[in-house]
């Protein structure tokens, strides 16, 4: 079979070969009619060689293809394939065993200097691939279950012995009464005690001693001048369409919009000038659609915060999602009051950091969720959840002092969900005064 086959590639380079020549005979004889010999030497004896070098080029290449590189492969791959190449390759074709083997081949592109953005697809695509897990829960809802028969959340207490070595954590705020747990250095600097009170961990993520150091968060300062000129607050909504349990959407001023309209006054009231962004990011052609709301209030908000670079507070005002049959409600300063919960991304999985969404300030975040944590605690008890940490950056990477808040959750009532904006208010004043 080998000597046969080696016969009739034998015969067909013979039979190109004697093309060629026959080929160069007729353009002779057809250039000769139309010009004399002299021009007939300068005008296709170049024309001529290159077609037979290119010929030699094309069986060398057929004949070993081993040899024939990735490089010289993209090389010619570009160049324009005159009517002479193309009769060569239609020639090829006619062998079957050619035409086999073109088949079985895999062509590989070559490219010299790749755009570094298609790296970043392809390191995007294999991570989503590998961690498709980390987006299927990506929501920021808890969809949390009721523990016992009792769902009300009960303030844990936690035995404090204060003796001189004990040294408060942080600033007794002079214009608020404390009547919650403070906390003291020594018991914020066990990292298991820490994570025990004060953090809720997803599977998606992880955090580490390095990461969740109370000495290295309680000492960042958070403060902000409000008598400068410019707004200092941005206040916006990723799912405007979260409602409550006793209105729907169509009802805007009692959704978490309207939430987020009173902690405006509240805060405006208080000196800071504020923007409230009400713009919907989770609706699209009249659809509810949350898996790119993210992408979409990350465009809107940059396009405020270039407009408005004195902000340096973003707060991203949710309602969780919960059971239907747990209602998380405390009384606060006499009145019903759906809980707090600070969220943070932390850009990570538990097998390591998400390189593509960094976040520089994420530290800082930690810091803000923790330094209102420990307010709450003190001043507000029975106020906030514990700290929710999640796999992803859900836009907190825009400012130091950026913050993912949910209140309350679909059990709630407006009302219940309005009361907690008042205690909000105070706890951000406390952070961002020092008081």
Known sequence: MRQKNGRLN????????????????????????????????????GRIA???????????HRSYPAVYSCGEKSAGKDEEKNGFSRMVEWMMELNPRYRYRKSKEKTTEVYVEQDPSYHKYIENRDFYAEHEYLFRYGAEDTNE??????????????????????????????????????YMKAQLADFDFLMKHFYSVHPTTTATRDQLSADTLLSKDLTIDK????????????????????????????????????LTELLTAKGYSVIHDTSVYDLKNGKLDRNKAYTYSLEGITGILQ?????????????????????????????????????NGMSQTPDGPIE????????????????????????????????????????????????????????????????AMEPLAELLDMVLQGK
């Not at 380079?13 to 002299?38: C, P």
């Not at 001189?164 to 942080?170: H, L, V």
């Not at 004195?310 to 949710?318: A, K, N, R, T």
């Open 145 to 182: 279950q009721p523990t016992s028969a009792d769902p009300e959340p009960v303030q844990e207490e936690v035995p404090l012995k204060i003796t001189g070595n004990m040294i408060p954590a942080y600033t007794v705020s002079s214009s608020h009464t404390a009547v919650g747990n403070k």
């Open 227 to 262: 008598t400068a000129e410019g707004p200092q607050i941005l206040i916006y909504h990723t799912h405007s369409q979260e409602t409550f349990a006793d209105y729907s959407a169509d009802h805007p001023e009692r959704t978490v919009v309207g939430m987020g309209t009173y």
């Open 307 to 343: 407009k408005n670079p004195s902000i340096q507070v973003v707060l991203d005002l949710h309602r969780d999602g919960v059971s239907e049959s747990l209602h998380l409600v405390n009384e606060v300063n006499g009145k019903p009051t759906a809980p707090l919960m600070f969220f």
């Open 50 to 60: 290159e077609e037979a070098s290119g010929l030699a080029v094309r069986i060398w």
């Open 356 to 419: 593509y969404l960094q976040n520089p300030y994420r530290e800082d975040n930690l810091a803000f969720s923790l330094q209102m944590q420990l307010d709450a605690a003190a001043y507000y008890p029975g106020l906030t959840r514990k700290i929710y940490l999640k796999g992803l950056r859900y836009n907190l990477h825009l400012r130091p002092r950026s913050a993912l808040i949910e209140v309350g959750a679909q059990t709630n009532t407006y009302e219940e969900a309005r009361n």
């Open 10 to 45: 034998q015969t067909l380079r013979i039979g190109m070969a004697v093309f060629v020549i026959a080929l160069a005979a007729v353009l002779l004889i057809k250039t000769a009619a139309r010009t004399d010999w002299e021009e007939i030497g300068e005008m296709t004896a």
